[in-house]
C-alpha cells in the first residue's frame, strides 16, 4: 500500500502566492518603464537595468555565499526593488552611484534585518534617502526630456545643461521672494496640467508619469495585489492639506492638483506606501497610515527644507507602523469581550 | 430574492462539486461492521451489548450516560462478533462494537415505508425525548448532540429557527442531494424541530450555487407557512454557525457566547431529515449519505451508507482508489481529516470521502511572512493570524488569549490565502489548545 | 576674568549640586523594591548575559528561578554556560532540589528507527511534535512512540541532543545533559525519562512506550515491548526491580543494579543499556554442529 499524507486541513491552496504578488506589481510597473523610455531615452533602460541586476545580484550574493541558507533572490521581491529604486532617480545619475544604492538597499535596509519580511522600512525608499544624502548634487539635477536629437538617447538636454523638476523650482522661487503664478510662466518648461499628467516634465526616471502609474496602480487594484485605501487616502490627505494652504494664500502656495501630479507622490503612493511588507496589516491602521503620510508629505513640501516630502514622510510613517499595528486591531466578530 | 452573506472575510475556493447530479444509491450491506462509541462532541457511549448478543436494526448497543452524550443503535441486524478498541481516522484507539451482519431484519418500532408522514403526534417534550433516545447527533460534521441543544434553559429567548442547507465546502454534495430527493420529508422535518422548539419562524440557508435545490425548497416550502428559504452568496465559510446567523438574519453572536444568546437555533438539513425520521418513523440514527468524490474519479457518487461500514466498501463501490491518490480526505477540503489508512469505518460525522492526488496533496515550500495582510483580511472572524502564528511560535500563551484566539473557528481561510503557504491554522490550532488549558488550569485554582 | 572664572564656578557648581539633589530625591522616592534572592541568584550565575537561558540576560534568568522557586520547580531553567554545578548552586540558595542528590541524564525510551519502525504515511505539516501528536499517530503508526521532528532537540538550551537522520531519534549526549528536564516536559508523549547517571555510568531501561498488546504493537514496530514477561521472570529475586503494566514492562531505575540479565532474554531486544553484555561462554559439547545451533537459538 503507497504512503498517504497526512496533514491537518485546509488540504487546498488559493492561488495567490508571493511570486504572483511580486511579478505582478513588476507588470504594474511596465508602463511608468516604457514611459521613461518614451521620455528619457536609453538612459533610463541602463539606470534600471543596472538598479534590477545589483539588487537581485546583492541578495543572491549574500543568501549564497554569506548566511548560506535557500537563496530566494529570484521571487521578484528583488527585482521590484531594484526598478523602484530606479524609478526614484535622475536618468542623469552615474551607474556606479545606482549600483552604490542598490547594495544599501538590499543590503543593508533588507538583508540585515532577516531578508524578506523583515525589513521595517522601504528598502528603495532607503536606498534613494541614503543616495540623496551621499549624493546630493548628483541626485537633484534632472534632464528635461526633450527628446528631438540624439542627446536624448544619453539623457542630457540640448545645451548641455540640466534643470531642477517643478517643485525644486517652486521651492526655490518662493524663497527667493517670488510668487507662484509668476514662477510657472518663467519657467523653462511649461507646468500645465497636462504635461504633468503625461509626464513631459523634469524628474526621476519613474516618478514623472502619473498616467502611467495610475494604470500600473488600476493593473493591481484589478488583481488584488493592493487596496485602494492607501493611494486614495495618502492622495486624498495632501490634496486636502495643500488645498487648505493654497486656499488662503494662492500666490505663496501651490494650488493641490499640482502637488498630487508632481513629484514622486504619485509614485509613492501606489508603489511605495503600499508596499506590504512596511504598511500596517488591518484597513483601520492603513487609512491613518496613509492620512499622515500624506499630511507629513505636505508638511515637508510647504514649510520643509526640501522640495520633495514623498520618500520622508513614506518612511517615517514605516517607523510607526509596529506602534499601528499594535493598537489598531482590526474588527472582530463579536465585539463582546469574554477571556472566560 | 435577493442573496444575502456576512460582512467581514472570506475566500472563495473552487466548488468541484462534482458528484451534484449524482442521485443518492443505496450501498450495499457490508459483511462486517464497526461502530464507534465516540462518534459525537462529549463523552463517548458506553456499550450495552456483549460479544455473542443478537442485534437487529435500530437496537441499542451504546448509551449516552454523561449530559452531553448521544446514543448508539445498531445500523445492521446480526451477532455481535466484539466489543474492542479499534483504530480510528487519526490512528488513536476507540472502543467499538463489531457486528457480524446477517440479513437486514428491522426493529419492530421502527416504520420501515418510504411513505410520508405529516401529521406531528407528539408534544415538544416528546419530540425532545425521541431525538435523544434516537442517537440524533448534528450531521454537519461537528455531531453534537442535537436534544442538548433543544433543552433551552429558563430565560433564554428564542424565536428563530435556522436551517443550514448552505454546504459551503468545496466537492461534498451530500445536502444538495437531500434538498433534491427529499424535499418534503425534510419540510415536515422542519415542522418538528419548530414545534419542538415552540416558535413559529424558520430560515433555511442555501448557497446559491445549487439553483435547482433552491427552486424546489421554495416550491414546497409555499404549502409550509413559517419556513422561509434564503439564498446566500456563495462565500466560504458562508455555512459556519456564527456566519450563517449573521446572513440570514444580521445577529452578530458575541464572542464566547453561544446562537441561543441571540435567539437562533442552528441545525444542519440532513439533521432535520433525520429528525423526521426519528419523530415519524422511530427510525434512529443508523445510516447518513456519504459524497464519495476527487479529480480523477470516472463516477464520483452519493452514497446512503450505513453507520459502521468501512471505507473501504465505499472505496471499492466507486472502482477503487484512483492511480496517483496520495491524500484520502474525510469531510470536507478547508475543515475534514486527512486519513492514515482506509481501515477505518463510516460514521456519523462523515459527510464525504475526497480522493487527492499528488498535484493537490502536498503542501507547497513555506516563505518568509511578506505581512501581505491578506490572513486578516479574510478571516471571518476578524482576527489577527500572522501575529497568533507568531506568538504561538515563542510560546507566549497569554499574549494569544487576549487575541481572542479561542473564536477562531479553524476554517482555513488564513491558509489557504496565505502567499507565503505558511501553516498559520496549524499553529493556531495549537495556541487554541494550550489557551484552554491555561484556562482550566486557572478555574481549578 | 576672574569674574568670569568666579561665575562659571559658581554656576556650574550650582547646576551639579541641584542635579545631584534631584537625583537622590528621585533615587529615594522611585526606588523599586526587589526581592534580595534576585541579587544573590544574579551573582552566582555568570554574568556573560549571553541570553542562551532565553531570558533577557543574567538578571532576568535571576527573576525566574525566584519565580520558579516560589511556584514550586524551577525544572527547565538551566544556565548553559555556567553548567550543572551552577544550577546545584542556585538550588540550594532557593531551597529547591536541583537533581535529587544523585546526577540524573535523561533517557530516551524508544527504539522505534527507520529500520524497525517504517513510515506509514507522510506528515505534511510544521515540524513540531506537539502538532504531529494532536493529529494522529505520527508517521511510523506507534500511538506512544517517538514523532521525529525534534521538539525535544530544538528546547534542550545546552546543546546535549541533536536529531539522528539515519535513525529518525533524537540522541542525548550524556556529557553535556545537565537533567534540566526541558526535554522531558517537550515531549507531548512523555517519552524522555531523567533517570539516574548509574554506577560507573551502568544503566539499563526498557527501550519502549508502547501500550498496545503484543501481537498489535509487533506490527508497528519490531523492537517494540510485547509484554511476554520473560524480563520480569530474569530478574534475580532478591532485586524484582520490573514490574508489567499495561503490556509495558517498565524496570524501576532505583532498585536496578545494572546486572543485564534481563537484555539478553528479551525477544525483540526492546531493553537497552550503556554497556554490553559479553557473549555467554558455550558449553563444551562433542558434536560440533550442536553447539552452532545452540548459539544460533540464543541469538
Not at chain 3, 526498557?206 to 498489535?216: I, T
Request: glycine share 10%; hydrophobic share 45%.
Amino acid at each position: 500500500m503507497s504512503r498517504y499524507i497526512v496533514s491537518l486541513s485546509p488540504h487546498e491552496k488559493g492561488t495567490y502566492t508571493v511570486e504572483r504578488v511580486m511579478w505582478g506589481v513588476v507588470i504594474a510597473l511596465l508602463p511608468s518603464f516604457l514611459a521613461s523610455i518614451y521620455f528619457f531615452g536609453i538612459r533610463a533602460v541602463a539606470v534600471t537595468a543596472v538598479a534590477m541586476i545589483t539588487c537581485i545580484g546583492v541578495e543572491y550574493f549574500i543568501q549564497k555565499f554569506m548566511l548560506k541558507c535557500e537563496v530566494t533572490a529570484f521571487d521578484g521581491s528583488a527585482a521590484i526593488t531594484g526598478m523602484l529604486l530606479a524609478f526614484n532617480l535622475p536618468s542623469s545619475i552615474p551607474l556606479w552611484e545606482v549600483v552604490v544604492g542598490g547594495i544599501f538597499s538590499i543590503g543593508i535596509a533588507k538583508m540585515v534585518f532577516g531578508g524578506l519580511g523583515k525589513n521595517p522600512f522601504n528598502p528603495a525608499l532607503a536606498g534613494r534617502a541614503f543616495m540623496l544624502a551621499s549624493f546630493p548634487v548628483d541626485m537633484t539635477t534632472w534632464p528635461i526630456p526633450i527628446k528631438t536629437s540624439m542627446l536624448w538617447a544619453m539623457g542630457k538636454t540640448v545645451d548641455g545643461t540640466t534643470s531642477a523638476s517643478p517643485l525644486g523650482l517652486l521651492k526655490e522661487g518662493i524663497k527667493a521672494g517670488g510668487n507662484v503664478p509668476e514662477i510657472f510662466a518663467n519657467a523653462p518648461q511649461s507646468f500645465d496640467y497636462f504635461n504633468l499628467f503625461i509626464g513631459n516634465v523634469g524628474g526621476c526616471i519613474g516618478e514623472v508619469s502619473a498616467l502611467a502609474i495610475i494604470l500600473g496602480g488600476l493593473y493591481m487594484l484589478y488583481k488584488k495585489i493592493i487596496t485602494w485605501h492607501i493611494p486614495v487616502f495618502y492622495l486624498g490627505s495632501l490634496f486636502v492639506f495643500t488645498g487648505v494652504f493654497w486656499m488662503i494664500d494662492p500666490n505663496h502656495y501651490a494650488d493641490p492638483l499640482f502637488h498630487i501630479l508632481s513629484g514622486g507622490v504619485m509614485l509613492g503612493a501606489w508603489f511605495m506606501a503600499t508596499d506590504m511588507v512596511t504598511s500596517p496589516m488591518s484597513v483601520k491602521g492603513q487609512i491613518l497610515f496613509a492620512v499622515i503620510a500624506g499630511v507629513l508629505c505636505g508638511s515637508i513640501r510647504l514649510f520643509g527644507g526640501y522640495p520633495e516630502g514623498c520618500s520622508y514622510s513614506i518612511l517615517i510613517m514605516n517607523a510607526f507602523v509596529p506602534l499601528i499595528d499594535k493598537y489598531i486591531k482590526p474588527v472582530r466578530f463579536g465585539k463582546e469581550v469574554n477571556y472566560g | 430574492m435577493k442573496l444575502k452573506t456576512f460582512k467581514i472575510g472570506g475566500v472563495h475556493p473552487p466548488e468541484n462539486k462534482m458528484a451534484a447530479n449524482s442521485p443518492i444509491e443505496a450501498l450495499s450491506l457490508p459483511k462486517r461492521v464497526s461502530i464507534p462509541m465516540n462518534q459525537h462532541i462529549g463523552a463517548p457511549a458506553n456499550p450495552v451489548v456483549k460479544k455473542g448478543d443478537d442485534v437487529k436494526v435500530g437496537t441499542l448497543i451504546g448509551k449516552g450516560e454523561s449530559f452531553i452524550s448521544a446514543n448508539i443503535h445498531s445500523s445492521v441486524s446480526g451477532k455481535v462478533f466484539a466489543v474492542e478498541t479499534v483504530m480510528d481516522t487519526t490512528g488513536y484507539k476507540v472502543k467499538a462494537v463489531i457486528i457480524d451482519v446477517e440479513g437486514d431484519v428491522w426493529e419492530d418500532s421502527i416504520i420501515h415505508s418510504g411513505a410520508l408522514i405529516k401529521d406531528i403526534k407528539l408534544e415538544s417534550a416528546e419530540i425532545v425525548e425521541r431525538i435523544k433516545s434516537c442517537g440524533i447527533v448534528g450531521l454537519g460534521g461537528a455531531c453534537f448532540p442535537t436534544h442538548v441543544k433543544y433543552m433551552v434553559p429558563e430565560g433564554k429567548k428564542l424565536d428563530t429557527l435556522v436551517i443550514n442547507a448552505v454546504e459551503c465546502e468545496p466537492y461534498l454534495t451530500a445536502d444538495h442531494r437531500i434538498m433534491l430527493e427529499r424535499t418534503e420529508e425534510i419540510m415536515v422535518g422542519i415542522e418538528i424541530m419548530k414545534k419542538a422548539l415552540k416558535i413559529n419562524r424558520a430560515i433555511v440557508g442555501i448557497e446559491a450555487n445549487k439553483p435547482d435545490a433552491i427552486a424546489k425548497m421554495e416550491k414546497v416550502a409555499a404549502n409550509f407557512p413559517g419556513t422561509e428559504i434564503q439564498p446566500l452568496k456563495v462565500q466560504y465559510p458562508q455555512g459556519a454557525e456564527k456566519q450563517l446567523i449573521k446572513s440570514v438574519v444580521n445577529r452578530e453572536v458575541p464572542s464566547g457566547k453561544l446562537p441561543l444568546d441571540v435567539g437562533c437555533v442552528v441545525n444542519n438539513v440532513g439533521t432535520a431529515l433525520a429528525i423526521y425520521e426519528a419523530v415519524q418513523k422511530n427510525k434512529p440514527l443508523i445510516e447518513r449519505v456519504v459524497t464519495v468524490t476527487g479529480k480523477k474519479l470516472s463516477k464520483p457518487a452519493n452514497y446512503l451508507v450505513r453507520i459502521g461500514t468501512p471505507v473501504d466498501m465505499l472505496v471499492e463501490a466507486v472502482g477503487g482508489i484512483p492511480e496517483g491518490t496520495e491524500k484520502i480526505v474525510n469531510g470536507g477540503p478547508m475543515m475534514g481529516k486527512a486519513v492514515s489508512t482506509t481501515e477505518v469505518s463510516v460514521t456519523k460525522g462523515t459527510s464525504g470521502i475526497i480522493f487527492f492526488d499528488k498535484s493537490e496533496a502536498r503542501r507547497k515550500r513555506i516563505a518568509n511572512c511578506i505581512r501581505c495582510g491578506k490572513c486578516v483580511s479574510v478571516c471571518a472572524m476578524g482576527l489577527e493570524p500572522y501575529l497568533m502564528e507568531k506568538l504561538v511560535e515563542k510560546s507566549r500563551w497569554e499574549e494569544i488569549e487576549k487575541l481572542a484566539v479561542t473564536d477562531c473557528i479553524e476554517c482555513g481561510s488564513c491558509s489557504y490565502t496565505c502567499p507565503s503557504s505558511r501553516p498559520l491554522l496549524d499553529l493556531i490550532r495549537l495556541g487554541k489548545a494550550n489557551v484552554n488549558r491555561i484556562r482550566w488550569e486557572r478555574s481549578k485554582k | 576674568m576672574d569674574g568670569i572664572i568666579l561665575y562659571s564656578v559658581i554656576s556650574l557648581g550650582a547646576v551639579a549640586a541641584i542635579s545631584a539633589m534631584v537625583l537622590f530625591f528621585i533615587a529615594k522616592k522611585f526606588n523599586v523594591v526587589e526581592d534580595p534572592r534576585i541579587d544573590v541568584v544574579a551573582e552566582l550565575l555568570p554574568g556573560a548575559n549571553c541570553g542562551g537561558c532565553g531570558y533577557p540576560g543574567c538578571r532576568g534568568m535571576a527573576e525566574a528561578f525566584v519565580k520558579g522557586a516560589d511556584a514550586g520547580s524551577i525544572a527547565g531553567l538551566g544556565c548553559p554556560p555556567g553548567g550543572s554545578a551552577t544550577s546545584e548552586k542556585i538550588g540550594k540558595v532557593l531551597g529547591m532540589e536541583v537533581a535529587a542528590g544523585e546526577p540524573m541524564v535523561a533517557v530516551l525510551r524508544c527504539g522505534g528507527t527507520h529500520e524497525k519502525a517504517p513510515k506509514k504515511t507522510e506528515f505534511d505539516g510544521p515540524s513540531k511534535c506537539s502538532i504531529s501528536h494532536a493529529v494522529y499517530t505520527g508517521e511510523k503508526g506507534c500511538p506512544n512512540g517517538c514523532l521525529g521532528l525534534g521538539d525535544c532537540v530544538k528546547i534542550c538550551a545546552f546543546g546535549a541532543m541533536y536529531m539522528d537522520d539515519k535513525t529518525g531519534l533524537p540522541v542525548i549526549i550524556e556529557a553535556k545533559c545537565v537533567s534540566c528536564g526541558a526535554c522531558v516536559k517537550a515531549c507531548p508523549r512523555k517519552i524522555i525519562e531523567l533517570r539516574p547517571l548509574g554506577r560507573k555510568n551502568r544503566r539499563v531501561w526498557v527501550n519502549c512506550r508502547s501500550l498496545e498488546k503484543g501481537a498489535v504493537a509487533m506490527k508497528v514496530c519490531k523492537a517494540a515491548c510485547i509484554a511476554c514477561g520473560k524480563c520480569v521472570k530474569e530478574c534475580p529475586e532478591k532485586v524484582q526491580a520490573i514490574t508489567l503494566d499495561n503490556f509495558l514492562a517498565y524496570i524501576d531505575p532505583k532498585k536496578c543494579i545494572a546486572c543485564g540479565k534481563c537484555i539478553a532474554v528479551c525477544p525483540t531486544k526492546a531493553i537497552s543499556a550503556t554497556f554490553e553484555m559479553p557473549a555467554p561462554k558455550p558449553k563444551p559439547v562433542e558434536d560440533g554442529t550442536a553447539e552452532v545451533k545452540k548459539e544460533e537459538v540464543k541469538q
